[in-house]
């Protein structure tokens, strides 16, 4: 009988995680920033310079999503000669750390053609997360 009650309150527990429900925004979506403005003029910014290989989006953190949270990230990375990220880090972010873990991990695992100049350095990608989704910004 116990492990009955444990099963039936654990299938509540992970059906209420589980949801449809529709994005309901709680917040504004904050101007996107400029973000030529971060970069010295030798550094790479956003598809100028990179061909993707692989490139997943980042998902949209559950807990912005039930809170109707937006935001942007902007990434700072370098790609290898191999074509691999390294030095992934957030520049900036808004709100601060709501998005960042996610936009980590995903950048983390994009994979590009290898860079003809042997690599790149410094390069910047802001990911928008906005009504739901996440997308690339220019």
Do not use: H
Not at 2 to 30: E, H, M
Not at 43 to 62: H, K, N, S
Not at 68 to 86: E, K, N
Request: some cysteine; glycine content about 8%.
């Amino acid at each position: 009988m116990k492990y009955a009650a444990l099963i039936l309150s654990t299938s509540l527990i992970l059906g209420a995680c589980a949801s449809d429900a529709p994005f309901n925004p709680r917040s504004v979506y904050p101007t996107d920033p400029w973000v030529k403005g971060y970069t010295n003029e030798d550094d790479c910014i956003g598809g100028e310079q990179l061909a993707a290989v692989r490139f997943d989006m980042p998902t949209y953190p559950r807990s912005a999503f039930r809170d109707g949270q937006q935001g942007w990230v902007i990434v700072r990375l370098d790609v290898d000669a191999d074509g691999l990220t390294q030095n992934v880090a957030v520049e900036r972010a808004v709100p601060s750390d709501r998005f960042s873990r996610s936009a980590i991990k995903a950048v983390k695992a994009w994979e590009f053609r290898p860079p003809a100049n042997g690599g790149l350095k410094d390069c910047r990608i802001l990911l928008r997360y906005r009504l739901g989704a996440v997308s690339l910004g220019s």
